[in-house]
């Protein structure tokens, strides 16, 4: 279904798009009901200085290109033969049109993490939700204007494991002509944290569906595409930040990794953080971060006055929570200094000179993570205030974790007691469609492709992270709740205990959202609120729900479109959805996104 109607979908768009470019504007438009109201509003708000926006144009070539690592080559699906691939950088207030041409045989969408995508929900790119994805020897051009957004985010497939290579920076300037609000920097340098497999990634996730149980983790994690000299066969394979005494550098960090959340420390540094999702952040110093998978942390570090006769390694490993199986290894780069020219260059090698490696919080340091996260703070002023909102009209209570489904007839499962693995929300897992729901809406056939019936809170409650119920059983649908425009929504995310507690990263698409509170335990909604951060709480697009706790998020749900939040990758999951055109959002459960693979 989702090809059948695509010359006819495309076609519409075409004629849509022409007739908005006659009124001044140039992105694809929304459905017709609220065309006339996002021009007249778009065009007075998004770009108040035109002369100073341009519009910057990128080819993306998805091609196989043979890469080796750890003494292994395999041929692997990338952007325009690298990996990472190749970074975006524009300012704020730029236009993006960025063609993306499909050369290989897997399906392709391209999602790009964190942009708000205000009245360009049809170039968000998670497949069978925004778009069809797109097939072999086919080309999709995503087209969207960069709105009040300033920092670091990234793109990624979103389709199944294709995300483990195809992924890149994109590095969002200010304004030209606006400062940072910190010192600027000496140079500015992105750090993607990633994984590497030697399998084929696509395969991995091709039998878990199949079997039901776990995925197998990756060989190695990479700084950079680069595993680094903690693995073996693998010491040329090292990311080097070679550095001045005495300068600032913004480290742009960024966590590919599928599902860990890594802690990382430069040896015998202190950086401070400045910046999350695209989002300035009240500065603090810090010898350690963590980032969960989708999250960005932009910090400066200052390097050492003198040249120190050192070098340090700078060091990631999971943070880990689950009863699962994880990739316990640890990735190290090297933070080199340029040796100063009264030094002779023949006299001095890097061999001689000691290598300091950083003290990283245990595995399952849960403290650590709960401290950290409670220095993230908004900056809350005049120039970038926290428009928290203070009043709310819809609430909602989510359950997030993992249970079972029955294991089909006349074959053997890998779950608990020969069950198959399934994510919920609120005990509803996610079946993904062969339809792209927006398409679905927009040409009036959203019936039998979706419900609107999910359900805001547990329908039995229990004891979240207690004893777990007997029944672990989950059902499955595609459904969602539906939102007037405008409303000002608050989300509990509760952890649950039934096949173990863990964190679960969490990203909102279309939106970023405030982190009003977190705790441990069950919430408790007489007394949690009352705790609530409504003053400077940190805005971003990704949280993580805490193992074994909850999470409230509050957010304007002013964003028409089909608006996904769920885990990275193939967890828990829900989709916001625009319905009827009356400027409704809607809400759905996923379980993974992993489901569309062989679609």
């Known amino acids: 279904m989702c090809q059948k109607r695509a010359a006819s979908f495309f076609s519409s768009l075409l004629q849509k798009k022409k007739h908005i470019r006659k009124m001044g504007a140039s992105l694809l438009p929304p459905p017709a009901f609220l065309a006339v109201f996002l021009f007249s509003f778009v065009t007075l ?6 002369a100073l926006a341009i519009t910057r144009h990128y080819k993306f070539d998805v091609k196989l290109q043979n890469v080796t690592r750890l003494c292994h080559t395999k041929s692997m699906v990338t952007v325009n033969g690298k990996f990472p691939g190749p970074r975006i950088v524009a300012r704020e207030g730029d236009r993006l049109v960025i063609r993306v041409v499909n050369h290989v045989q897997n399906n392709i969408s391209i999602h790009w993490h964190g942009i708000r995508q205000l009245r360009s929900g049809w170039a968000d790119g998670p497949a069978y939700v925004t778009q069809c994805p797109i097939q072999t020897g086919q080309s999709y051009v995503y087209n969207y204007t960069i709105v009040g957004q300033r920092g670091t985010l990234w793109w990624h497939a979103h389709i199944s494991w294709l995300r483990s290579t195809l992924h890149g920076p994109i590095i969002l300037l200010p304004k030209r002509g606006t400062p940072y609000p910190f010192a ?18 696509e395969a991995i996730i091709s039998q878990a569906m199949q079997t039901g149980g776990g995925p197998n983790v990756s060989d190695a994690y990479t700084i950079n595409g680069l595993p680094g000299p903690l693995y073996n066969c693998s010491a040329k394979d090292t990311f080097k930040l070679k550095v001045k005494p005495g300068k600032t550098y913004l480290l742009r960090m960024i966590n590919a990794a599928l599902n860990d959340e890594l802690f990382f420390s430069i040896a015998n540094h202190t950086v401070t953080v400045v910046d999350v999702d695209a989002v300035y952040v009240k500065p603090f110093d810090s010898e350690t971060l963590l980032i969960t998978p989708g999250q960005t942390t932009n910090v400066l570090l200052k390097t050492k006055p003198d040249y120190p006769n050192a070098q340090f390694f700078m060091s990631a490993r999971p943070y880990a929570t689950g009863q699962g199986t994880f990739d316990n290894s640890t990735v190290a780069g090297i933070l080199e200094y340029e040796v100063p020219n009264k030094t002779s260059q023949s006299n001095h090698s890097t061999k001689n000179l000691p290598l300091y ?27 970038f205030p926290a428009n928290v909102p203070q009043k709310v009209d819809r609430q909602f209570f989510f359950t997030v974790g993992l249970g079972t489904n029955p294991c089909s007839k006349n074959q053997t499962c890998q ?12 005990n509803v897992s996610f079946v993904m469609p062969t339809t792209a729901l927006l398409q679905a809406h927009h040409f009036g056939q959203s019936r039998g492709v979706y419900s609107p019936y999910f359900p805001i809170s547990p329908l039995i409650p229990f004891n979240y992270t207690g004893t777990p119920p007997n029944n672990t059983m989950v059902s499955n649908g595609t459904k969602l709740v539906v939102l007037p425009f405008n409303t000002s929504v608050e989300l509990i995310m509760q952890d649950t205990s039934i096949l173990g507690a863990e964190s679960h990263p969490l990203h909102l698409h279309g939106f970023n959202f405030f982190v009003v509170g977190q705790g441990f335990g069950n919430f408790d909604p007489s007394k949690d609120p009352s705790n609530f ?3 400077d709480p940190v805005e971003r697009n990704t949280v993580g729900v805490p193992s074994g706790g909850w999470v409230a998020i509050r957010f304007l749900a002013d964003n028409p479109g089909w608006r996904m939040v769920h885990a990275l990758p193939s967890r828990s999951a829900h989709k916001l959805g625009l319905e009827d055109g009356l400027g409704c959002l809607g809400w759905k459960a996923s379980q993974s996104e992993a489901a569309s693979s062989t679609s």
């Open 45 to 50: 708000s998004v770009n108040p200085e035109p």
């Open 184 to 201: 600027k920097p000496y140079k500015e340098v992105p750090i993607i944290f990633g994984e590497w497999f030697n399998a084929d990634p």
């Open 415 to 426: 779950g608990p007691n020969g069950t198959r693995f399934a994510a919920s929300v609120n």
């Open 357 to 383: 490696k950083p003290n990283l919080p245990s595995l399952n340091d849960t403290s650590f993570a709960a401290n950290f996260s409670s220095k993230l703070r908004s900056l809350a002023s005049a120039d």
């Open 533 to 535: 951060n409504l003053v």
